[in-house]
């Protein structure tokens, strides 16, 4: 029996599916999430919270390259080859390495393993680079969820803890101060947390909003909560009106709600607002509705990661990185090709313009 904190929030999924149920049409999962869902929801049931890294993930922001014929690891091979160190070869996967739903088992010979070993650790090394304030040289891939853990300069390591620390940089180096905003963050399908725990383990003060479906919300409220037993929380209820629990979610620093819900809050919400790789899965329509919210929502910045084309052929969507209804109040800081990632971009907007009417 696994431990009662690890167990499958079945009763948390429950109430957010019910609620999410009686949501505005537009706020509700689009086919390619709900086909998704349903393969995580089976996956959390077979499985368990306990072993959600090696699950549920691989359907979120986890890939395994292990040979240049993947685009991102074709990026981190050039880059070898132009400064050439051998000490990422010393990396090693962590033993009993495994990924569910999988045609066949990625790490059954010696090869692929030493390949992904070889690739996050050359990623690091990257992150290392790029993060100048040494935010996250001494972090961790937390244990909660056993990861595909990699060995490496004493530390563990993994695809997760790498790219949230490329995305917080890019981000800080973006904000005025190099610091997220007083008034805190937002994320738009914020996934199991990994980038809410980046944010959170850097800047401790930091108050942190993650809005996403069931269940991803669930496994991330649980999640959350388990490495930060000691900080105020807004755990997700279904409330009728936003007064009703205003006292206790301006008094979190963690906040859970779900899309729907997000509408309920008094805008603008934070100063900063995120979205990863969850835009470019939705219909046009729902696209142009999340990002009214997110320009209501956010005083400040918006940063955004998708793909430069998208194809979802759930919706019958493809869409492409200038396709996107930018609001045209919104400034660009940067727009460009993520610099592993090659087929995503990476964007941040300043939302409150100095000459912004709205700014306060």
């Known amino acids: 029996m696994p431990e009662p904190e690890l167990a499958f929030p079945i009763d948390r999924i429950d109430e957010m599916v019910a609620e999410m149920a009686s949501a505005p049409e537009i706020t509700r999962a689009a086919r390619y999430w709900d086909h998704l869902n349903e393969l995580n929801l089976r996956q959390l049931e077979g499985r368990g919270f306990g072993e959600f890294k090696r ?53 059954a010979s010696p090869l692929p393993r030493r390949a992904y070993a070889w690739f996050v650790a050359a990623l690091w090394d990257y992150v290392c680079l790029r993060d100048h304030r040494g935010l996250t040289r001494t972090l961790d891939e937390p244990d909660l969820g056993n990861p595909l853990a990699v060995r490496y300069r004493g530390r563990r390591l993994s695809q997760d803890l790498c790219n949230s620390a490329l995305e917080m940089t890019a981000i800080l180096d973006g904000l005025p101060g190099g610091r997220p905003p007083q008034s805190g963050i937002l994320e738009l399908g914020g996934g199991y947390g990994r980038l809410a725990w980046m944010f959170l383990e850097c800047f401790p003060s930091v108050r942190y909003v993650l809005v996403d479906l069931p269940p991803a919300l669930a496994v991330a409220e649980r999640y959350l909560s388990l490495l930060y037993p000691s900080r105020p929380r807004f755990a997700f209820r279904r409330f009728a009106s936003f007064e009703d629990v205003r006292d206790e979610f301006e008094a979190a620093q963690i906040a859970f709600l779900t899309p729907n819900q997000l509408a309920s809050i008094p805008a603008p919400s934070a100063g900063l607002c995120i979205n990863v790789s969850s835009l470019h899965e939705m219909p046009p329509a729902q696209i142009a509705h999340y990002l009214g919210l997110i320009d209501a929502h956010t005083d400040g910045h918006f940063y955004s990661k998708q793909s430069i084309r998208s194809v979802n052929p759930h919706d019958g969507v493809v869409i492409h990185h200038d396709e996107y209804p930018i609001p045209p109040a919104w400034r660009v800081v940067f727009d460009r090709p993520h610099p592993v990632q090659t087929t995503f971009f990476e964007a941040l907007y300043a939302t409150r313009p100095a000459e912004d009417p709205r700014r306060g």
């Open 55 to 107: 699950t549920i993930n691989g359907n979120y922001f986890q890939w395994l390259p292990t040979s240049p014929r993947d685009p991102q690891f074709r990026r981190l091979v050039l880059r070898a080859l132009r400064h050439p160190d051998p000490c990422p070869f010393s990396a090693r996967l962590d033993a009993g390495a495994y990924v569910e739903n999988r045609v066949s088992d990625p790490f």
